[in-house]
């Protein structure tokens, strides 16, 4: 499958899947290893590692919560933690739950 994407959208989507290919090498697990864990092939997470942006967002998350950086991710997101996002936090219809 060939996206048309933003230069920036497939650069970041081949730092972020270094970053998961190095995640998976620090912490000594094989891409078998890790596929099984994410329930993913080890082409999906090969593609992932590539930066091949049509992967799933479903498999990202699953290779995140298999490499135990999970949270990490979903913390780097979180608009409360940052001054921006703590000034408007009324925008947003929710609480900080942490």
Wanted: aromatic letters at 4%; hydrophobic letters at 45%; charged letters at 30%.
């Amino acid at each position: 499958m060939t996206l048309d994407l933003n230069p920036k959208v497939r650069v970041a989507a081949a730092t972020i899947g270094e970053d998961f290919a190095g995640w998976r090498k620090i912490l000594g697990l094989t891409a078998a290893q890790v596929a099984e864990r994410a329930d993913i092939t080890r082409d999906t997470l090969r593609k992932l590692e590539h930066g091949d942006p049509s992967v799933s967002f479903s498999a990202v998350l699953r290779v995140a919560r298999a490499l135990g950086i999970l949270d990490t991710l979903t913390d780097a997101l979180e608009p409360l933690n940052t001054d921006l996002g703590r000034a408007r936090a009324g925008l947003l219809n929710r609480k900080r739950v942490r």
